[in-house]
């Protein structure tokens, strides 16, 4: 395949990062690379869907991602994948003698290994400079549903339309369910039976990087798990924090020990960030320490000092991120620098998921959640138009007007980064404005099925 066919075809279909911030795939296509990583590493607790989807799909995935190498001209492949991911390991194995250029690359169970920068790193041993791409380091990283994604787009002609989510937590069948875009999240909780309890809330995302969400949110195409947890729950609370009493707590209890710093994964990679000292500095009001500020932009927000290291239950990466967000509001770009040594005991310092699990209050939680294939219908879509890095798409129809299964509603400015929308159903439209699409669907019946 051609280079331009390969970015049109991902362009064409809509697809993004199915993960992280959703970063346009088209763009991260350079013939500068060697490597091309497939990153399986499920990096936050309780999600369950990239390893089911390789699992069940591997030699689909497996040739997309060969015809990715082939196109880029590159050397090899990298499946990064969990060891303890028997299922899929064992499907890959199936497999892999068929697709020369692929390599697998077996992860232990530890957090946040699904940070590319920390994929990248256990996958060749480069280590990607603080704010650096990973083609900087020869290296195109992609999660198995964005690989997917393309192989429906290459073969099928199909755009993204839907998006695997895990919903666990407080739901009476924890489950992976194929969810349309702009579905609401309160309906794929009842699709899964319930909630289990009463007075709970939702966290959008994993419990690490999620957020606090509403049951009225809508399904993207970044959306990789809802979890429905009891309000009072740890991880709930430690979100729903302010930053006010944030920083006059830090103002109060931080002694200074350190943890936060010698558990960060990005400072063991030689990163400059060191939580304790952007503690120190936002407690005592003194902005001296410039560099101590600057380091928050090295800071990936996996959360693990706030929801891991800091024996005192407070809050560094809440401060690290607003102290990052005013330093970007100011003007203030991140320098340009390389990467320190890697830290010698980096080895013996990575947090074990299973550990950080129970240190989350989550492992009664932690449950298989099968990939459930069944068809999901509703009323109503609302389609954001921005479901990823980039500018907002912009509405190409209009109210009253019909459209059809798979037809783009909104596209992106080519001079811009950005991704189209598609409609995962057929209906007529009922709003437009600059932020969503409203969409009545046409069923013969809905469908309130569970699962």
């Excluded at 066919?5 to 362009?11: D, T, V």
């Amino acid at each position: 395949m051609e280079f331009d066919r390969l970015q049109e075809i991902m362009r064409r279909a809509g697809i993004v990062g199915a993960g992280g911030a959703g970063f346009p795939s088209y763009a991260k296509l350079n013939m500068a690379a060697d490597t091309v990583i497939l990153n399986c590493a499920e990096c936050e607790p309780l999600l369950r869907l990239h390893r089911q989807l390789l699992a069940h799909n591997a030699k689909e995935i497996m040739m997309a991602l060969q015809e990715i190498v082939d196109t880029l001209n590159a050397d090899r492949a990298i499946i990064a994948v969990k060891r303890a991911y028997r299922e899929t390991v064992d499907a890959i194995y199936e497999h892999l003698a068929e697709f020369p250029k692929l390599e697998v690359c077996l992860l232990e169970e530890f957090y946040p290994a699904g940070d590319e920068v920390i994929t990248v790193y256990e996958a060749t041993g480069r280590v990607i400079a603080p704010g650096a791409l990973p083609i900087s380091v020869g290296c195109v990283v992609y999660n198995v549903e964005t690989v997917y994604n393309f192989y429906r787009a290459w073969k099928e002609d199909a755009p993204v339309t839907h998006k695997y989510v895990t919903v666990a937590g407080e739901v009476q069948n924890p489950c992976t369910l194929k969810a349309p875009l702009g579905i609401t999240y309160g309906e794929l909780i009842t699709m899964v039976g319930g909630a289990t309890i009463r007075d709970y809330a939702v966290i959008a995302g994993g419990p690490m990087t999620g957020r606090v969400s509403s049951p009225a949110d809508v399904v993207t195409k970044t959306s990789n798990a809802i979890l429905v947890l009891p309000k009072n729950s740890r991880v709930v609370q430690k979100k729903l924090t302010p930053l006010k009493i944030s920083v006059n707590r830090a103002m109060a209890a931080c002694c200074q020990c350190h943890i936060c710093t010698d558990l960060c994964s990005r400072n063991l990679l030689g990163h400059p960030i060191e939580p304790h000292k952007l503690m120190r500095a936002a407690a005592s009001g003194v902005a001296s320490d410039i560099q101590a500020f600057l380091g928050a932009f090295s800071c990936s927000s996996c959360g693990l000092c706030e929801m891991y290291s800091c024996g005192q239950e407070l809050n560094p990466a809440g401060i690290i991120a607003a102290t990052k967000n005013e330093l970007r509001k100011n003007g203030i770009a991140p320098p340009k620098l390389e990467a320190a040594s890697v830290e010698p005991t980096r080895e013996y310092r990575k947090v074990s998921l299973p550990r950080l699990i129970a240190r989350l209050g989550l492992t009664k939680y932690d449950l298989p959640a099968p990939m459930v294939d069944v068809e999901i219908k509703t009323s109503r879509i609302k389609l954001m138009l921005s479901q990823g890095i980039g500018a907002p798409a912009s509405a190409t129809v209009r109210v009253g007007q019909e459209i059809a299964q798979g037809e783009e509603i909104a596209a992106f400015d080519p001079a811009k980064l950005g991704t189209s929308i598609h409609t995962p159903f057929g209906g007529v439209v009922t709003e437009v404005t600059d932020r969503f699409v409203t969409v009545e669907i046409k069923h013969d019946k809905k469908t309130k099925g569970r699962v």
